[in-house]
Nanobody, 118 residues
Framework: QVQVVEFGGGLVQAGGSLRLSCAASGSIFTIDVMGWYRQPPGKQRELVAAITSGGSTNYADFVKGRFTISRDNAKNTVYLQMSSLKPEDTAVYYC????????????WGQGTQVTVSS
């Protein structure tokens, strides 16, 4: 069983910055992909950014150039540096830890609220 916990959410003004962190614990297997998803009010969860254990990244178009994802494989920790925040970025941000190989798994954190005010 893998535990996934997010930290760093909060209230920030438009144009500001925020850094989210997520730690996954309890896995003796490589976590192939760690990613950030978000769920705005009344909308479905969507991908924000993801990063593999090898450092390959994938960003949603709406955050390219503003957000940066990184990870520390030794600590099974992923970070999301968010800059130039917009009110549209307001959402609950969820961390996901996934293993593609066998055994495979996918775990979600409890989410952390990010609110961007104008």
């Amino acid at each position: 069983q893998v535990q996934v916990v997010e930290f760093g959410g909060g209230l920030v003004q438009a144009g500001g910055s925020l850094r989210l962190s997520c730690a996954a614990s309890g896995s003796i297997f490589t976590i192939d992909v760690m990613g950030w998803y978000r769920q705005p009010p009344g909308k479905q969860r969507e991908l924000v950014a993801a990063i593999t254990s090898g450092g390959s990244t994938n960003y949603a178009d709406f955050v390219k150039g503003r957000f940066t994802i990184s990870r520390d494989n030794a600590k099974n920790t992923v970070y999301l540096q968010m800059s130039s925040l917009k009110p549209e970025d307001t959402a609950v941000y969820y961390c996901n830890a996934r293993r593609v190989g066998v055994p495979s798994f996918s775990y979600w954190g409890q989410g952390t609220q990010v609110t961007v005010s104008s």
